[in-house]
């Protein structure tokens, strides 16, 4: 057990690999369970992480889409539009490959939105220039809505 974990500390892919081994063989005994215990819970806490930053992402262009994009010039917002929906659709193929691949990730989705939502309020008011006053204090959008493909707010004019 000493020499798998300072394997650890020295050569992560090999004590990645002789800890696979020993699982598959059952020798649960030599097994660093310290190491073992903290990747796994990294694991989780990276899949939770990857989901917040998709959702804050994709809620910053959804918030932009909806409250900025009628404040354009015709040709910017037409190239603004483009770029934003492509980042939405990029956004949501990724979260639903993440939620498909992870499924227990389902299970944290309302929190993540809750935490994502936070951050992209602020992400939408930097790059817009708009008050955060301007943007809903709770996420607008239901969880289905996020992951709807065709699902695009409605524009709000702002004086």
Same mark, same amino acid.
């Given at each position: 057990?000493? =020499?798998? +974990?300072?394997?650890? =500390?020295?050569?992560? &892919? &090999?004590?990645?690999?002789? *800890?696979?081994?020993?699982?598959?063989?059952?020798? #649960?005994?030599?097994?660093?369970?310290?190491?073992?215990?903290?990747?796994? +819970?990294?694991?989780?806490? !990276?899949?939770?992480?990857?989901?917040?930053?998709? /959702?804050?992402?994709?809620? &910053?262009?959804?918030?932009?889409?909806? #409250?900025?994009?009628?404040?354009? +010039?015709?040709?910017?917002?037409? #190239?603004?539009?483009? !770029?934003?929906?492509? *980042?939405?659709?990029?956004? %949501?193929? @990724?979260?639903?490959?993440?939620? %498909?691949?992870?499924?227990?990730?389902?299970?944290? /989705?309302? =929190?993540?939105?809750?935490?994502?939502? &936070?951050?992209? *309020?602020?992400?939408? @008011?930097?790059?817009?220039?708009?008050?955060? *006053? +301007?943007?809903?204090?709770?996420?607008?959008?239901?969880?289905?809505?996020?992951?709807?493909?065709?699902?695009?707010?409605?524009?709000?004019?702002?004086?």
């Amino acid at each position: 057990m000493q =020499d798998l +974990s300072r394997l650890y =500390d020295q050569d992560y &892919a &090999a004590w990645t690999e002789r *800890t696979a081994e020993l699982l598959r063989a059952g020798r #649960f005994a030599e097994l660093d369970v310290e190491h073992l215990i903290e990747e796994l +819970s990294d694991m989780g806490k !990276s899949q939770q992480h990857e989901l917040v930053n998709r /959702l804050r992402v994709l809620l &910053a262009h959804l918030l932009k889409w909806q #409250f900025q994009y009628r404040q354009r +010039s015709e040709r910017w917002a037409e #190239f603004e539009g483009r !770029s934003w929906r492509s *980042t939405i659709i990029e956004q %949501r193929a @990724a979260l639903q490959y993440l939620l %498909r691949e992870h499924p227990g990730l389902k299970a944290k /989705l309302a =929190d993540a939105v809750a935490k994502a939502y &936070a951050q992209a *309020t602020d992400v939408a @008011a930097a790059e817009t220039g708009l008050p955060l *006053t +301007s943007f809903p204090a709770d996420c607008p959008y239901a969880l289905d809505e996020l992951l709807d493909r065709a699902f695009y707010p409605e524009c709000v004019e702002h004086p």
